[in-house]
């Protein structure tokens, strides 16, 4: 597609259950990350693809939340058992490589505001 | 830690007025540096960004940013405010061996008032 696509929009969930949030980085980007936004947090890494492998997950929160990507493509991020403190936008970006011209050249989606009641 | 900070998270000036929004960073050796605009209800895009080559970058919509290794900073300026610029901005980093991973600041929500 022309962009970063993301999916839901918007998600309210209940306490404990489990939710999955979906991106679809630009055709041909090898690269794939996700941050969470929260209200005057600014943007917290959370993990980063390279293709389907993910060599940075450290900022991860918990063991609730998990990630793959698949066919160097669409990622799923995953979080279980939801809290309230997961409340946050959840952005997905993109990038062609990781060095050269394309370095810091993240394509941000507009993200999937996730609100756990 | 590497970190990035910003300077105030509300900046509020008038239609006309100097946009001075200010970065610093937090390591001896310079990173690549960048600056995003996230306008209402839109992803963040890219501003500029600085990778060790003129240290006076220009961007769009009018903004630049200069970097000066002496103060550690990276502060984004234009000259004459727009009200279509208010949005939140927001400064950031790559730190060598870093994955091209960014480390954002806080954000600096700027308003423009008439």
């Known amino acids: 597609g022309a962009g970063v696509s993301q999916s839901p929009s918007n998600k309210v969930t209940e306490k404990g259950k489990d939710v999955e949030l979906r991106c679809d980085p630009i055709s041909g980007h090898t690269a794939l990350y996700w941050y969470r936004q929260s209200l005057g947090q600014g943007l917290e890494f959370l993990i980063y693809f390279q293709g389907n492998s993910a060599p940075d997950k450290s900022g991860l929160p918990s063991d609730r939340f998990s990630a793959e990507r698949t066919g160097g493509s669409v990622s799923t991020l995953t979080i279980q058992r939801t809290q309230q403190e997961d409340s946050a936008v959840y952005l997905c970006?993109?990038?062609?490589?990781?060095?050269?011209?394309?370095?810091?050249?993240?394509?941000f989606g507009e993200g999937s505001r996730l609100t756990v009641l | 830690a590497q970190s990035v900070t910003q300077l105030g998270s509300h900046v509020s000036v008038s239609e006309g007025a100097l946009v001075l929004l200010r970065c610093n960073y937090s390591s001896s050796v310079p990173p690549y540096l960048f600056w995003y605009v996230q306008y209402p209800n839109q992803g963040l895009q890219l501003l500029l960004k600085?990778?060790?080559?003129?240290?006076l970058v220009k961007g769009i919509n009018g903004f630049e940013a200069e970097f000066k290794k002496s103060e550690t900073s990276f502060h984004l300026t234009k000259p004459s405010a727009h009200m279509s610029d208010a949005a939140e901005y927001f400064c950031?980093?790559?730190?060598?061996?870093?994955?091209?991973?960014?480390?954002f600041g806080a954000g600096t929500r700027l308003a423009v008032h008439p």
């Open positions: 950031a980093v790559i730190y060598p061996g870093g994955y091209n991973k960014l480390i």
């Open positions: 600085y990778t060790s080559a003129a240290t």
């Open positions: 970006a993109s990038s062609p490589g990781t060095g050269g011209l394309s370095t810091g050249e993240l394509f």
